[in-house]
């Protein structure tokens, strides 16, 4: 274990049983004096998604300790808007990490809609990397290169490598397994990543209802879903970092109108451990279907547009409906959206 490393896990053992035992309002506020004199300020600082106006909505961004619960149907985008959020963090400071924990895709094809994102972010418009393009020019390479060297060998995709490897040290990949890669070895993952003090971590999960519990708990579904999302909140808090996790719906929400926190499989918990909760869906699926009728050419621009609505927020507003163009060639959300002006079907928010 390197020196800083087991440094770190012995100030979490000797920390541990401070959390578990009273403290005085008087203790408190001189903990948080002799922190912020000693310039330990990274869990006064939200860290910020990136995209605009949610930032404003969450006061800043997910705090440390905060969990963050996405969900939405199939293809509406999660996994684009949880892959762009990491990238977001990485990107816009260079102190801070991500790590991604994917149970979908390897580190390969991550790394493919990155460099199609970071093109699309360039303004490149018909010259941006799709995963067609990144084909062909992985077949085409020459002089005994591989795709990287490829890229860097041609001017207008040079500077898009150039952005991605500013990050790419501070942002890690998981190929995880249904199988093996349980809330247990998460943490582990998360404790390996050496960091200083004011640098801040963010964990996605993509997607929660795929972590495997331990064999000997022998949980149902629900029970397993419970167990793995107050998992992942204890992390958040005893670690302070934030936590961002992609989560699946119930059989009944993907047929009903509008999904919702309540729709997700493992309902229950995801609505009271969730500090955020956020729901993607198409607009076209959930504008009323009055306003769907005369005006059928706008209904049809509605289908690049994803609807996200805050329904659940401990820092701030909450029922609040954001809209983004979803640009699903180049894996990437425009991330300054607005706020949702047209007549939404089923507009009662359940709250947790």
């Given amino acids: 274990m390197p020196p800083q490393l087991a440094i770190r896990t012995q100030m979490a053992q000797q920390q541990q049983p401070v959390m578990n035992r009273p403290v005085t309002l008087l203790q408190a506020m001189e ?10 300020v ?13 930032d404003d909505i969450l006061n800043g961004g997910i705090r440390p300790g905060e969990l963050l619960i996405v969900g939405g149907p199939y293809g509406v985008g999660k996994t684009i808007f949880g892959l762009q959020m990491a990238r977001n963090v990485v990107r816009n400071n260079e102190k801070d990490w991500a790590l991604y924990v ?30 067609r393009r990144l084909g062909e020019l992985s077949c085409n390479g020459s002089n005994g290169g591989g795709l990287i060297s490829t890229l860097r060998r041609m001017p207008r995709y040079a500077a898009v490598l150039q952005t991605v490897e500013s990050y790419a040290d501070r ?21 390996e990543i050496d960091v200083s003090t004011n640098h801040r971590i963010l964990l996605v999960i ?21 167990y793995v999302t107050q998992a992942l909140k204890e992390l958040a808090v005893s670690s302070e970092i934030q936590v961002m996790a992609i ?19 493992g309902g229950s918990a995801l609505q009271y451990e969730a500090d955020i909760g956020l729901i993607l869906n198409n607009k076209r699926d959930v504008v009323s279907r009055d306003h769907l009728v005369f005006n059928p050419i706008e209904a049809e621009e509605m289908r690049n547009w994803v609807v996200m609505s805050v329904e659940k927020n401990r820092a701030g507003r909450n029922a609040v409906d954001m809209e983004y163009l979803l640009d699903a060639a180049h894996f990437r959300f425009v991330p300054t959206g607005g706020f949702v002006r047209d007549r939404l079907v089923d507009e009662k928010v359940v709250l947790a």
């Avoid at 903990?31 to 330990?40: H, L, T």
């Fill in 102 to 131: 994917c149970y979908e895709h390897d580190a390969t094809h991550l790394l493919s809609r990155l460099l199609s994102l970071e093109s699309a972010e360039r303004g490149f418009e018909q010259d941006a990397l799709t995963l």
């Fill in 42 to 54: 990274a869990r006064f600082q939200p860290l910020a998604t990136g995209f605009h106006p949610l």
């Fill in 171 to 191: 942002l890690l990949l998981v190929r995880a397994s249904g199988r093996y890669s349980t809330p247990e070895q998460i943490r582990e993952w998360v404790g």
């Fill in 206 to 226: 993509d997607y929660l209802q795929k972590i495997p519990v331990r064999g000997d708990l022998l949980l149902s579904e629900s029970d397993a879903t419970t």
């Fill in 31 to 40: 903990d948080v004096e002799y922190q912020v004199a000693n310039g330990d």
């Fill in 247 to 265: 989560a699946a719906s119930d059989r009944a929400g993907l047929k009903s109108k509008r999904m919702r926190l309540v729709d997700l499989r």
